[in-house]
């Protein structure tokens, strides 16, 4: 079993990088094989909603000149996810759902019924909704979100800072051996059946 490990800041080894790595620590003492790979800090486009992706069955996002499709690729041979951002203005690193929103979309059937968790590092306020906005669009793809004993929060402004928040490495550990957890318990099971979509809006 492998986990993929997303670093959504746009310092390849900060604070972000520290919390992911001590999940992917956790993980690795629990038998399971991890990979984090890091956004980059080069710029990223977001949806065009040009819908190419669905009309050609191509799984990939027309923009090849980002991270966007790498990412696809490597969901494909992921068991599960575990993706990390700073928080910037009470949110996510706009780059990183920039890529996530495309990647989603275009590749879905990579990250459809997988475990992911997400973690969102902060300096002081707004981890809460960062948490909360990241972990809305994996619900959409009928992904297990990962617990742990709190928010997957950890506090920490300048590098290496968040390894003194114990708390917040404790619980990136306990969302780790969670998700091993469910994994292990998941595996060779059958997803459920879903309906046909019976998508609609509330203009009439």
Known sequence: MKV??????????????????ETAKTLNAEGIETEIIHI??????????CNTCKRTNSNKCVFDD???NHLSEKAKEADAFVIGSPTYYGQPNGALMAVL??????????FAFKPVANIAICRRGGATAT????????HMLNMPIVSSQYW????????GEVQQDREGMQTMRTMA???????KNLSGKVHPKLEDWEPMHFIR
């Open 177 to 183: 051996r969670n998700m091993a957890w469910m994994l």
């Open 66 to 68: 980002d991270i966007c």
């Open 4 to 21: 993929l490990l997303i670093n959504g800041s746009p310092r390849s080894h900060g604070n972000t990088y520290i919390a992911l790595s």
């Open 40 to 49: 980059g800090n080069k710029p990223v486009r977001g949806c065009m909603a």
């Open 101 to 110: 929103q495309r990647a989603l979309y275009s590749g879905n059937q990579y």
């Open 131 to 138: 948490f909360q906005t990241m972990n809305m669009p994996f």
């Open 152 to 159: 997957n929060i950890a506090y920490g402004r300048e590098e």
